[in-house]
Nanobody, 126 residues
């Protein structure tokens, strides 16, 4: 099973940008599609973005579309989520996840991702 560790969270102001990283170890990250999710206090885990194994198929939730860019570097076993124009509503714990799926299919349901990192806190102040 791939192991995932997120980093890059922190406290930022509204309008700022932030880049999150996800470091993978174990099996090659290229075997997996990657997803990013977030969970705010008292809310369910929410899909943010996903990228297929090759990096040529991307998907974003409507709430972040146009403000986020998901990417990956398979050679370095790394995934990234860049967010700009951050809003207080973006405050949450952000998780990266991995799923062995084929082709260009990108799950947006958290239940389709068996591998998760521990999460990194992003707090956006107004």
């Amino acid at each position: 099973q791939v192991q995932l560790v997120e980093s890059g969270g922190g406290l930022v102001q509204a309008g700022d940008s932030l880049s999150l990283s996800c470091a993978a170890s174990g099996p090659p990250l290229s075997d997996y599609a990657m997803g990013w999710f977030r969970q705010a206090p008292g809310k369910e885990r929410e899909f943010v973005a996903a990228i297929n194994w090759k990096g040529d198929t991307l998907d974003y939730s409507d709430s972040v579309k146009g403000r986020c860019t998901v990417s990956r570097e398979n050679a370095r076993n790394m995934g990234y989520l860049y967010m700009n124009r951050l809003e207080p509503e973006d405050t949450a714990v952000y998780y990266c996840a991995a799923s062995v799926v084929s082709g260009q299919y990108l799950p947006s349901d958290a239940h389709e991702y068996p591998n998760w990192g521990q999460g990194t806190q992003v707090t956006v102040s107004s």
